[in-house]
Nanobody, 123 residues
């Protein structure tokens, strides 16, 4: 089992920045894929970003490309999502997820999920 705990959410004005963190515990952290997803009120959960075990290969949704960056620190069992130039439409609960293999954007293929952290961007 892997436990994931997100932190770093909060209230920020449009144009501001936040850095989300995801702490992993339990089995070894050497998962092929880690991802961030988000769910806004009344909407389905959507892909935000993912990266491979080494962190060298990443994928970002078009809606966040150039503004958000996913990264990981395997030594600390942490995954991060740096969010810059935030917009009101980025308001959502953000979830961290882990997979036993590279699954990229396929959220239903992820094996473990955190409880989420709220991000609210005011206009």
């Amino acid at each position: 089992q892997v436990q994931l705990v997100e932190s770093g959410g909060g209230l920020v004005q449009a144009g501001g920045s936040l850095r989300l963190s995801c702490a992993a515990s339990g089995r070894t952290f050497s998962r092929p894929a880690m991802g961030w997803f988000r769910q806004a009120p009344g909407k389905e959960r959507e892909f935000v970003a993912a990266l491979t075990a080494t962190g060298l290969n990443t994928d970002h949704a078009d809606s966040v490309k150039g503004r958000f960056t996913i990264s990981r620190d395997n030594a600390k069992n942490m995954v991060f999502l740096q969010m810059n130039s935030l917009k009101p439409e980025d308001t959502a609960v953000y979830y961290c997820a882990a997979a036993n293999r590279w699954v990229g954007r396929a959220q239903y293929e992820y094996d473990y999920w955190g409880q989420g952290t709220q991000v609210t961007v005011s206009s």
